[in-house]
């Protein structure tokens, strides 16, 4: 068996300079151009599945201009033939520049270089941007938070696939990145990502694949750009099967409405949401499919009560949400001025209420409550609406009794009022701007000719209640309406057809635009009889109620002149008509509530709402409220990260050959090459169990290798893979111990025959072929090269803090020492 390296066809500088050949330092030409290109197109590609998860198209704009500037950049600074690292560095400067030019122009140095100022903004992006994930549902407004938010994370996306494909040269596990994208609208939208979103994705993938084989090939392959006869075929057999399996596999796999993930739940590293807009969370809590946020009460009202949690009174944009006016409301919940309109007859109600894990900062409370009682934690209330909310606490797994007045309204009493309200704040009487045309004309359409505040109210009433109207939780997302807002409005009024909120705040809007104050209540509809009772003391035994995530509700209140706030149920098949509001064809009080419990409306109990008491929808039941339109992206991203912390190891195996090949791979002198390429043959060894012994020389190595059986049998090792091992012996050998560069050698060869590289890729190979598989996944996945040197640097890091940490204590304990005997001192004198 010889050592010395011999002249071989395929090797040398012929070799390096072919097309086929591997070289990291290809010319710049159209290569980072291309690359750029497919990198923004698989980025900016799946990003159009996300339209349904934002509302409209306004917020393309932004997040095509951030993932373009972004891929152009790094697109410059690889045609600069700058460092990959430096490429990525380049690529999150010129994200950090365009969010800065386009969302914080005004508050930064130039237009575009972040300020002290642009860290303050920067802070109330995220907190509304947070709010938006947290509490609203599918499709949202595109606000600036959010949207700056959705900016960022796909510029850092443009970053991430960059890198797996094209420095770390791992083009195919970039798709983790697409898929991270997609999984928002496949997880979020009922229509999933859609064909336009999918196909921009697969191309941007192709594209993806194409630039990596073209101007990247795996130097370990010695794969040359030349097209395959045989790889169309291979492609075209791979997708068959890929497409087969995922037809059969569907029909073995539960659907989304059972299993582990039925339709409606929601991915939520953030945990249950805390009911900021309990509004927006009622499309999201009423699909539930499990009642989610459980509630139980015993009241001795004649009918069980609705269950108030919060109001709405500002419809201003395409985002409403409660004020909660923090500066007015009082603290302690032991004794409210319900507030109520002294000409009004009263009844005193007695509800006791057990939250179970219904997690919300607002409370549940019958209206119009004067006390609350039994609460841990400190609570304060509105004056002006009487909603109850935590200080420093919130409402899971409360058992408090509420003291609440139900004033006794009728038609008679209500049409009395007949004068504009007065004494009514200005935020519950203010008209929204930019109302629009087709509110306004139903508004005046149906309250025409009506001379009365109560006529017209339930002129609007009776007009939404009509055959014409239908109640539908799908209608508003698949036509884009689902959630709140004034243009979801003028959606609803067209199309006719959704929940609650929808006809809650027609109805709130109608009537503020004919001058009649009012406000939308968000809380919980009368709950169903469990058939249970519980003891109260002074009240004896009373039945109890229970009501979840699917009662959720919101309802209006319009302000009358001598009767106080007034409940009406504009929403067919949810609720109660109170008697005073009741139709002359619909017996008072009836019940038209649809509840899964399958009970008509005899079979329940009549409940009468308070007038001025709105109904709570679930400010915050845990899973039912909240939109996973970041969280399951950042949920994405977390498990990307995590693949990517598994992979770390060979990620940095991989990183460590391509800066020992870099300039090997073209045929460079062996004075550069022979060193790092002697230290890749000893770490090759290492991973394949043929570690190098401290006390052996580089030929005793490389003998004993060729020896192993890891390259196979010696007597059958291949000449090639025997050549290479002996060239990269000798060349270490001639630059180690000094023979001078061009000095004959062994064979007949010269210090510059063969490629470091070439000679690289041959002995892996031979390694791989002859590994068995577990071998093979550990050099891959584990390389023991890699982890032996984290275990010295750690022994290393541990060794330095522990011996620190010795002369801190032996300062220690000198200083203590020197003080002691200065002391003593002090004391003898």
Known sequence: MTLAPQRTPGTGEAAAHTPGAPSLLQGAGVQPWAMGLAVAVAVAGPALSLNGVLRGWAWYSPVFTTVVAVAFAMAVFRALRLHALLVASGGFAALVLVLTFTFFRQRSIAGFIPSPDTMDQLGMFLRRASETVLAESSPVAPNAGIVMLICAVLGLMVILVDALAFPLAMPATSGFGILAILVVPAVVKPQSVGALGFAAAAVGYLLILGCSRRFAPDPRTRAGTAPDPGQFKRAVLTGAVALTGTLLLQLVIPGFDQGTFPQGSRLNPFGPATGLNPMISLGTSLRSPSGDG?????????????????????????????????????????????????????????????????????????????????????????????????????????????LSVTPQLTPELLAQSTAPAQGVADQFT??????PEIVRKTADSVTAGKGTPYAKAMAIQQYLRSPGFSYSLQSPVQGGYDGNGLSVLADFLTQKSGYCIHFASAMAVMARLEGIPSRIAVGYAPGRPTGGTVSIAGQGALPE?????????????????????????????????????????????????????????????TPVPAPGTVPVPIPGAPAAAGNPVVPVLSGAVALLLLALLAASPRLARGTIRRRRLTGAAGGAPVARAALPAWAELRDLGTDYGVSSRTSETPRHFSARLLSSGALGEPASIDAAVNRAVAALTGDFERQEYGRPAGAPVPDGGTDDDGSSATRIALVQAALRANAKPLVRFRADWLPPSVLAAWRRSAASAIHAVSGTVKRIRRGAADAWLRIHDAVRRLRRG
Do not use: C
């Open 545 to 605: 109620f229970e009501v979840d995530a699917r009662d959720a509700h919101a309802w209006p209140e319009l302000y009358f002149q001598g009767a106080g706030w007034v409940a009406f149920e504009p929403t067919p098949s949810r609720g109660v008509v109170p008697a005073y509001a009741a139709e002359p064809s619909t017996p008072g009080g009836a019940s038209t509530n649809e509840n899964s419990d399958g009970l008509t409306p005899r079979d329940r109990a």
């Open 294 to 402: 459980r509630i139980t009460y015993a009241t001795n009202a004649p009918a069980a009560p609705y269950l108030r949690s919060v109001t709405v009174d500002s419809f201003e944009g395409d985002a409403w949400a409660p004020d909660d006016r923090q500066a007015t409301r009082r603290l302690g919940t032991g004794r409210m001025d319900a507030g109520l309109e002294p000409s009004t007859a009263e009844l005193r109600v007695v509800t006791a209420i057990n939250t179970g894990q219904f997690t919300s900062p607002y409370l549940p409370a019958p209206y119009a409550p004067e006390a609350v009682n039994g609460l841990t934690g400190r609570w304060s209330w509105d004056p002006a609406t009487l909603s109850i909310k935590g200080v420093d606490t919130n409402s899971r797994e409360q058992q408090y009794v509420v």
């Open 430 to 435: 203010r008209q929204p701007n930019n109302v």
